[in-house]
């Protein structure tokens, strides 16, 4: 077993967090300043999350409960500030070449948990580690997104992992070669993909790497103390050798995977928990309480329809089971949490135009609820299909929100769509994601949450030959414009680029490769005595290491 050095010193152990995801526009509500002169601060920080963590690994990890876990714990070369822009973590300085494709970081003196300095060979490791298919991350095409050379070619097996256009020319100096320059690039850096890894030690632990606290290292604000996979309570403590200690006030951070909102707000109430998130008829009951505040989250809920399965392959019924249910109703009177029905795929409030205009204010909007449209597209679906009645299973996950918004889209889809029945199959959400992932389902109620603050963090999902494109969709005009738009001469043109990817969603949402229901809201509660909890709507969603307990 690998032992952290710092764990086999402690004697108690206290603290935990969670994770959400994502890199762009924020709220907050408030950091404190000089947190370390405030002899009142202090304490753990109870959070409740609705998900139990699904890895520790940053290479591996996917979901948003699991990247704000991971981001407590080890830092990259940038991070998120209060406003949820991408701001020098590790990189002590940063050159940039005049053509845009060279990045040079200059690392801060830092150390991991294990005792040993934080080197720019833990990003060259990690980063080939990431683009390496024997890893079998799906992430590992974000390392093309971020342009970086080689990235698709290894990730193709075409060239070896050691060839990735990253170089540790020192200790303290890490050097990445682009193909085309990348406008979001240091956006990217703070997303924990690309966060460093200590391969000796994660060698050393080999598959038992994120078992436990004592098969974990850090070399961020704060260091696990209690962890075992799919724990309801991940505890954490706060890192005495993190560079920037003297500005983390907190204690600790404790997680309690708590998926009932009533429960969760009893322990709120109780005293139990700092930090919760409501849905459904808690909203209404403390909707007015001065504690309570909304905050609009980047994440998009849609439905997967596997076109793989009998049935789906029709354009017609998919865009029949896209029409058939009420978004609005279903955010303002299922959810009540600050959700908005999505009749799109990029969501409001991602990114903008070389403008500044909003994405959403530069096209249109698609599949909307019309259940003659719907009843009309299904006419049509059983004729090509030749046949009258479609039953189908809806895999969701065992979450209060899922379970409450899959009822209601059961409901009006065989209400409004006439020999149509949909079955629901909950279940942890692991265990979806992995049902997903090897395309054991029929219709799947599931989310995105932007990893950058640019339209392609969605378009690039649904390339006929990426490992997100879970519904195996695909559409030869859809790959040449995002392809294009993606590194490719529309890359080159930031106006006919924006242009590129309106007609991209427009070719997927016309031809509902996915059916989208509502873009996520937060109605979230905070104590009084708590500030500088960082909400953002990109990369990783929450961010508490700036927090204040008083």
């Known amino acids: 077993m690998i032992k952290n050095k710092r764990l086999s010193l402690l004697v108690t152990g206290f603290a935990s967090m969670m994770v959400l995801a994502a890199c762009g526009g924020a709220n907050s509500d408030g950091a404190a300043e000089d947190v370390a002169a405030d002899e009142t601060a202090g304490g753990v920080l109870n959070v409740q999350v609705d998900v139990e963590v699904a890895t520790m690994d940053p290479q591996m990890a996917t979901d948003g409960t699991s990247f704000e876990v991971i981001a407590n714990t080890i830092e990259g070369l940038y991070t998120l500030d209060e406003s ?40 060259v490791y990690a980063w080939q580690r990431l683009a390496d298919p024997d890893t079998a991350s799906e992430y590992y095409y974000i390392m093309g997104i971020a342009g970086v050379v080689n990235a698709d070619e290894i990730s193709a097996g075409e060239k070896d992992p050691e060839e990735l256009g990253v170089t540790a020319i ?10 085309h320059p990348v406008p979001f690039f240091e956006s990217l850096m703070a997303f924990p993909s690309f966060f460093p890894m200590n391969q000796a030690f ?33 505890e954490l403590e706060k890192n005495p050798d993190y560079f920037d200690a003297e500005n983390v006030s907190l204690d600790g951070i404790k997680y309690q995977v708590i998926k009932d909102t009533q429960q969760a707000m009893l ?21 007015d309480d001065p504690e309570f505040q909304t905050i609009q989250a980047g994440y998009l809920w849609y439905i997967s329809p596997n076109t793989k399965v009998p049935g789906l392959e029709n354009a017609n019924l998919r865009k029949a089971l896209g029409q058939a249910f009420d978004k609005e109703y279903i955010a303002e009177t299922v959810l009540k949490d600050g959700s908005n029905a999505a009749d799109y795929m990029i969501p409001e409030g991602l990114a903008v135009d070389p403008e500044g205009v909003d994405f959403r204010e530069t096209t249109g909007t698609y ?85 950058y ?11 006929t030959d990426s490992g997100n494109n879970k519904g195996f969709w695909s ?20 106006e006919a680029r924006w242009t590129a990817l309106q007609e991209a969603e427009s070719i997927i949402l016309e031809d509902a490769g996915i059916l989208p229901v509502y873009q996520k809201g937060n109605a979230v509660m905070v104590k009084s005595n708590v500030t500088g909890v960082d909400f953002h709507t ?13």
């Open 202 to 234: 994660f060698e050393e632990a080999g598959e038992n790497y994120g078992t436990s606290a004592d098969t974990l290292i850090a070399n961020g604000a704060f260091e696990i103390t209690s962890y075992e996979p799919a724990a309801t309570t991940i």
């Open 170 to 179: 020192d200790e303290k100096t890490l050097e990445v070669k682009l193909n």
């Open 367 to 451: 599949l909307e609820f019309d259940p003659a449209a719907a009843q009309e597209a299904l006419e049509l679906a059983k004729e090509e299909l030749g046949k009258d009645s479609f039953t189908f299973t809806m895999i969701i996950e065992d979450t209060e929100s899922s379970i409450n918004v899959a009822q209601v889209l059961k409901s009006q889809i065989e209400e409004n769509l006439d020999g149509v029945t949909v079955e629901i199959e909950q279940m942890p959400k692991k265990t979806r994601l992995d049902r997903m992932n090897v395309g054991d389902y029929e219709l799947a109620l599931t989310r995105w949450g932007p990893d």
């Open 475 to 494: 559409n030869a005009k859809y790959d040449e414009l995002v392809n294009s738009s993606l590194d490719g001469e529309l890359s080159l043109d930031p």
């Open 84 to 123: 949820g822009v991408a701001v020098p973590s590790l990189a002590e300085k940063t050159d940039v070449s005049e053509d845009g494709l060279t990045y040079t970081f200059t690392l801060k003196d830092a150390t991991w948990s294990n005792g040993t300095p934080v080197t720019a060979d833990d990003f």
């Open 453 to 463: 603050a640019d339209p392609m963090t969605y378009a690039d999902m649904f390339l």
């Open 267 to 287: 322990s709120y109430q109780n005293g139990d928990l700092d930090v919760v998130t409501l849905a459904g008829e808690q909203v209404d009951l403390f909707k």
């Open 538 to 550: 990109v990369g990783v969603s929450r961010i508490v290491k700036n927090a204040v307990k008083e």
